[in-house]
């Protein structure tokens, strides 16, 4: 009995200076300072510190059936037939505005309907961007070059590299979204009780929001992305983050879902990072794309669009005639247009076989105004 009574006063002598603890405790110093300017002054500090970095990933991507046709604009309600995962690996470097880009793995081919493969890289550096396809339709190297593109504009949105640019760089990625920081129209949500997590809601005109979460504890750390549209989410991206590992911050892996006005999901991936590099020493030869001898290449300068061959002699221009005529072989040997076969017929014999017929064609009228004189 004795015992009973000492355990029921200990008991309550601990649930005492329990509920003064729990009451007298201060709430975590990160509940009360998730403020927009905090969250900005953390992002500005880790931008500030992060000069560079380099990932290397396995990206699982998957597609609804029919939604690759819609995103290319091809007329077939059907292409892929069945939804479809392809798997690829990508790296992904930047070194301040230097921006890289690979990937190698499987690819939908929508011509034939069915999986293929794919592999290109991606250099964008001070002088424009370079792309290198090794894998394609074309039995020769083929590649797209852009003079005058801002280097950080399009793998800033990529799709599976998102995740990276919102950790290190949220103010491009914002920016390339349209999304505008303005301190007056952000809104903060605080962490619930017991929790970390804040929340900033980004108005983005009259019908789209979006939402970006981060970890208070965890210098304000991005671990979500979303966009919606009146209400309805559009695209979701979730990322994790090693919480002992080196360097502190390097997310592990992250996943991202888009959705139609329907909320049918139409695209969808995972990413597993295989191996990271923050702050580390990054070539600047890794941002210049080199063509090979022999590249057929698509030279974007402004709006306007001119094709060139590269020979062992340097740039080769091509008029459309002979992008139409000239077989990829003979523009190598250094053919000319004249050479071009047409119907078996090079340019130059075609013209001789046209004079023959010609001439064939006067003797021919000659004999028979030679006949009916006489007659």
Not at 96 to 119: F, M, P, Q, T, V
Not at 141 to 147: A, D, I, L, S, T
Not at 212 to 232: H, M, Q, Y
Request: aromatic share 10%; net charge negative; glycine share 8%.
């Amino acid at each position: 009995m004795t015992g009973s009574v000492v355990s029921s006063r200990t008991f309550c002598a601990v649930a005492a200076l329990l509920a003064v603890a729990i009451v007298g405790c201060p709430a975590p110093a990160w509940a009360d300072d998730v403020t927009l300017e905090n969250v900005l002054a953390a992002w500005r500090k880790r931008e500030s510190e992060v000069h560079s970095y380099r990932f290397t990933c396995t990206v699982w991507r998957t597609y609804a059936k029919g939604q690759i046709g819609v995103m290319t604009g091809l007329p077939s309600p059907d292409v892929p037939p069945h939804d479809v995962t392809l798997r690829s690996t990508i790296t992904y470097a930047r070194k301040a505005d230097k921006l890289y880009y690979e990937l190698d793995g499987e690819s939908w081919d929508e011509g034939a309907n069915a999986l293929g493969a794919n592999a290109y890289a991606c250099g964008f550096n001070e002088q424009g961007s370079r792309t290198l396809f090794g894998k394609g339709p074309t039995k020769f190297p083929y590649g797209e070059e852009w003079h005058d593109e801002e280097p950080v504009t399009t793998l800033t949105v990529s799709i599976d590299t998102m995740a990276i640019s919102l950790v290190y760089r949220p103010f491009d990625l914002l920016r390339r979204l349209l999304v505008e920081v303005d301190e007056g129209s952000v809104r903060v949500q605080p962490p619930a009780d017991g929790d970390r997590i804040a929340t900033l809601v980004f108005p983005r005109g009259a019908e789209w929001t979006a939402r970006i979460k981060v970890d208070a504890a965890a210098a304000c750390a991005p671990t979500a992305f979303s966009l919606e549209r009146l209400g309805r989410l559009q695209s979701e991206h979730v990322i994790t983050y090693s919480k002992d590992g080196d360097p502190p911050l390097a997310p592990t892996g992250w996943s991202w879902k888009n959705l139609d006005d329907n909320r049918r999901f139409t695209e969808g991936g995972r990413v597993e990072v295989q191996q990271s590099s923050v702050n580390g020493d990054i070539p600047d030869g890794l941002f210049s794309i080199t063509f090979p001898v022999g590249s057929w290449i698509n030279e974007h300068v402004g709006k306007e669009v001119r094709t060139y061959l590269l020979t062992d002699a340097g740039k080769r221009y091509l008029s459309r005639e002979e992008m139409d005529i000239t077989r990829y072989d003979d523009l190598m040997a250094g053919k000319t247009i004249a050479d071009a076969p047409v119907d078996g017929v090079s340019r130059g014999g075609r013209t001789w076989l046209i004079v023959l017929n010609v001439a064939c064609v006067v003797v021919l009228i000659a004999l028979v105004w030679r006949k009916r004189t006489r007659s």
